[in-house]
DNA sequence: TATTGTTATACTCTATAACTATA
DNA sequence: TATAGTTATAGAGTATAACAATA
């Protein structure tokens, strides 16, 4: 199979579509295992990590607006937070404007907490990216740029 | 910040690590929702899914080989088999050479039910890679076209 | 006696419902 | 009376332990 004269156009989009899906499953299963380990370790359910990473990037709000976003009861909220609360991860203050809410945010704590989980994930891509041969490392990095400048892409920011 | 006299090394390692992982946790993000929706609505539990997937791509094999390879323990499995069974999405045989042991593999169903629920995830990224520009699609493709020589990247084959 | 799979029991997490306190 | 959050209860799903059948 050689190149002729359509150089750009080898791949279609049901080609493309398989791709990504074997790379991304490829890192997928490669890339959680140190992550589950320390969720693990650190005895936190789904759910509570779920409130963290949210938590992480939010002003402190309300516990229905959590379990809105995340898809969970308020009860599952409640309890997922108070067992967060009593492990010092998160801190939950009466709302000054209406005494029946509570606004939830990270403590310092839960803010390293989340961090260090991010950076095992991190970490795993990172290994898969060290392990690339130059011109694999060069030809990924030119065709994710342009997808970083798409307003719905979040640049996920470093540790520093 | 501007390139000065190295022009192709505008991304680290580190650079490269966060586009993936903020390319990826937007796939992941975007494209998983009819997915779990369909699981929801099968009334599967997640280590049925896992069963299910498990055995499209391996001969009939025992449900203490299953519970290793999903990290779950023997009576998990036992119990999930039970409900993939009567819901007719596995068949059990009893081993010939050892009677104690039971041979899983899919039934036609069942194989239609693990292809199906890959119908759907590889649809929200077809969805994705439908919505690029010309020019987002060819980088990408070019980006990924290395990564799938690799022998550790299975290649995810297409419905037909 | 060891091993494969099933059944028994206890635990975790969840959702719905009942409750408490504000509004 | 309605709403934010908590506590009560019941239902999945899991793991460890006890069991049955076979090796």
């Given at each position: ?16 579509t398989l791709s990504l899906a074997s790379v991304m ?125 798409r307003p719905e892409i979040t640049p996920l920011r470093?540790?520093?």
């Amino acid at each position: 199979m050689q190149a002729t004269a359509a150089p750009a156009k080898a791949s279609t989009n049901d080609d493309l579509t398989l791709s990504l899906a074997s790379v991304m499953r490829h890192l997928l299963v490669t890339t959680g295992r140190d992550f589950f380990q320390e969720v693990e370790r650190l005895g936190l359910s789904l759910s509570q990590i779920k409130t963290l990473q949210l938590m992480s990037d939010r002003e402190p709000d309300t516990l229905g607006a959590v379990a809105e976003d995340l898809g969970l009861s308020l009860p599952a909220v409640s309890r997922a937070v108070e067992g967060l609360h009593k492990r010092g991860l998160v801190k939950r203050v009466e709302c000054s404007s209406d005494r029946r809410a509570k606004r939830v945010s990270l403590t310092a704590k839960g803010r390293r907490t989340v961090e260090s989980l991010v950076a095992l994930r991190v970490a795993g891509l990172r290994q898969f990216v060290d392990g690339l041969e130059p011109h694999e490392r060069d030809a990924l990095a030119d065709g994710l740029a342009p997808l970083l400048q798409r307003p719905e892409i979040t640049p996920l920011r470093g540790s520093r």
